[in-house]
């Protein structure tokens, strides 16, 4: 758990075990809930719609509300054939893995991702930079850095691979940046990558209806299924900072 407002203030993958599994236990639920509250956090939690009925019984009955949705969309890869951006990257530009034992380069990798998201003329926030150097250092990640000729960062983004399964995450390209087709790269980058270590299967999720999700789909994702993000707003708790 991080502090009141972080990103990662959200339960993900409760009620999971499909329809023949055993209902929840109703009792664990409250005690999360309860967790949270007493940490000064709303209870926030993403439901997959595969979820066991039960499980969305109880939220409705505890007073969960809907504060927004969150896309999975997926794609197969074949380790024969390169993913390529539809729209063709910059000359200069060149894509690297973070070294993560080179402290300089995960520091920079984290300000980049986390800047990436934030407002305009807004400082990325400590704690957040420190979650995202986090990510560079655990053994199942691979995190990169695009570049252009003036070799400053101009996008970050991550990939962890688990057996066949890859998940893409936390892609950002800086303002100035944008409109270049950087993302695209690096998501056919981090596709490529997959696909050579044996990967059959991306995932990566995104808000429906933005950037991200109409790039992905133009290479070839498709939605999975598409989860609404639940909350238990109470006096004095602190909402995620993403909704």
Same mark, same amino acid.
């Given at each position: 758990?991080?502090?009141?407002?972080?990103?990662?203030?959200?339960?993900?993958?409760?009620?999971?075990?499909?329809?023949?599994?055993?209902?929840?236990?109703?009792?664990?639920?409250?005690?999360?809930?309860?967790?949270?509250?007493?940490?000064?956090?709303?209870?926030?939690?993403?439901?997959?719609?595969?979820?066991?009925?039960?499980?969305?019984?109880?939220?409705?009955?505890?007073?969960?509300?809907?504060?927004?949705?969150?896309?999975?969309?997926?794609?197969?890869?074949?380790?024969?054939?390169?993913?390529?951006?539809?729209?063709?990257?910059?000359?200069?530009?060149?894509?690297?893995?973070?070294?993560?034992?080179?402290?300089?380069?995960?520091?920079?990798?984290?300000?980049?991702?986390?800047?990436?998201?934030?407002?305009?003329?807004?400082?990325?926030?400590?704690?957040?930079?420190?979650?995202?150097?986090?990510?560079?250092?655990?053994?199942?990640?691979?995190?990169?850095?695009?570049?252009?000729?003036?070799?400053?960062?101009?996008?970050?983004?991550?990939?962890?691979?688990?057996?066949? !399964?890859?998940?893409?995450? &936390?892609? $950002?390209?800086?303002?100035?940046? /944008? #409109?270049? %087709?950087?993302?695209? @790269?690096?998501?056919?980058?981090?596709?490529?990558?997959?696909?050579?270590?044996?990967?059959?299967?991306?995932? !990566?999720?995104?808000?429906? &209806?933005? $950037?991200?999700?109409?790039?992905? /789909? #133009?290479? %070839?994702?498709?939605? @999975?299924?598409?989860?609404?993000?639940?909350?238990?707003?109470?006096?004095?708790?602190?909402?995620?900072?993403?909704?």
């Amino acid at each position: 758990m991080g502090k009141p407002g972080t990103w990662i203030n959200s339960v993900y993958g409760a009620g999971m075990g499909g329809t023949d599994a055993a209902p929840i236990d109703v009792g664990e639920l409250e005690d999360v809930v309860r967790w949270y509250e007493a940490a000064g956090i709303e209870p926030r939690i993403e439901v997959c719609p595969y979820a066991h009925q039960s499980f969305h019984d109880a939220l409705f009955r505890l007073g969960f509300q809907t504060r927004g949705y969150e896309s999975v969309l997926f794609r197969e890869l074949d380790a024969s054939v390169d993913v390529k951006p539809p729209v063709t990257p910059p000359k200069d530009l060149t894509i690297e893995v973070v070294d993560r034992t080179d402290e300089a380069r995960v520091m920079e990798f984290a300000t980049t991702a986390v800047a990436g998201f934030m407002p305009p003329g807004q400082s990325p926030d400590a704690e957040f930079v420190e979650l995202s150097a986090k990510c560079v250092r655990h053994p199942l990640t691979v995190c990169i850095v695009a570049r252009l000729a003036d070799g400053k960062a101009a996008g970050a983004g991550s990939l962890e691979i688990h057996d066949e !399964i890859a998940a893409l995450f &936390g892609l $950002s390209v800086l303002p100035e940046y /944008r #409109r270049r %087709g950087i993302q695209q @790269a690096m998501i056919a980058w981090r596709l490529n990558v997959a696909s050579r270590r044996g990967v059959r299967v991306a995932t !990566i999720g995104s808000k429906p &209806g933005i $950037s991200t999700e109409r790039n992905v /789909r #133009r290479m %070839g994702f498709e939605v @999975a299924y598409t989860q609404p993000i639940l909350v238990r707003p109470g006096a004095g708790l602190v909402a995620n900072a993403h909704g």
